[in-house]
C-alpha cells in the first residue's frame, strides 16, 4: 500500500521559515513528486514539482522562496522561505508515475496533508 507522510507544518510569523517533509513506500526514481496546498474556500494549487530526472517546477507565488528536493530513496522535502500569509493552507504531498502533470487532478497518490499558518 502506497504511503505518503507529510510532516513539519506549524505556525510561523510572515518572513519566516519551515521545511516540510514527505516520507513515502514509494520507490521514487519513477515517480513524479511534489507539493499541493489548498487554502480554505481556494482550489488546490500546485506549489512545486520534481521529476523522476530531477527538473523542477515551482507555482509562480513561491518561485524564489520555497525549494523542492528529495534526500535518500524515500524522502521529500519543501524548504519555504519568506513565508507570506497568503501561504497559509494544508501542504500536500502528492506522487504520480511517469512525468509530471500541471492538475491535481493527475496525481494519483496525495498524503493526509500538514496544515501551515503564517501569521501577519
Known amino acids: 500500500q502506497v504511503q505518503l507522510v507529510e510532516s513539519g507544518g506549524g505556525s510561523v510569523q510572515a518572513g519566516g521559515s519551515l521545511r516540510l517533509s514527505c516520507e513515502t513506500s514509494?520507490?521514487?526514481?519513477?515517480?513524479?513528486m511534489g507539493w499541493f496546498r489548498q487554502a480554505p474556500g481556494k482550489e488546490r494549487e500546485g506549489v512545486a514539482t520534481?521529476?523522476?530526472?530531477?527538473?523542477v517546477t515551482y507555482g509562480d507565488s513561491v518561485k524564489g522562496r520555497f525549494t523542492i528536493s528529495k534526500a535518500t530513496k524515500n524522502t521529500l522535502y519543501l524548504q519555504m522561505n519568506s513565508l507570506k500569509p497568503e501561504d497559509t493552507g494544508m501542504y500536500y504531498c502528492?506522487?504520480?508515475?511517469?512525468?509530471?502533470?500541471?492538475?491535481?487532478?493527475?496525481?494519483?497518490?496525495w498524503g493526509q496533508g500538514t496544515q501551515v499558518t503564517v501569521a501577519s
Open positions: 502528492v506522487a504520480v508515475w511517469g512525468a509530471c502533470p500541471r492538475s491535481a487532478s493527475g496525481y494519483t497518490y
Open positions: 514509494l520507490y521514487y526514481s519513477s515517480y513524479c
Open positions: 520534481i521529476s523522476s530526472g530531477g527538473s
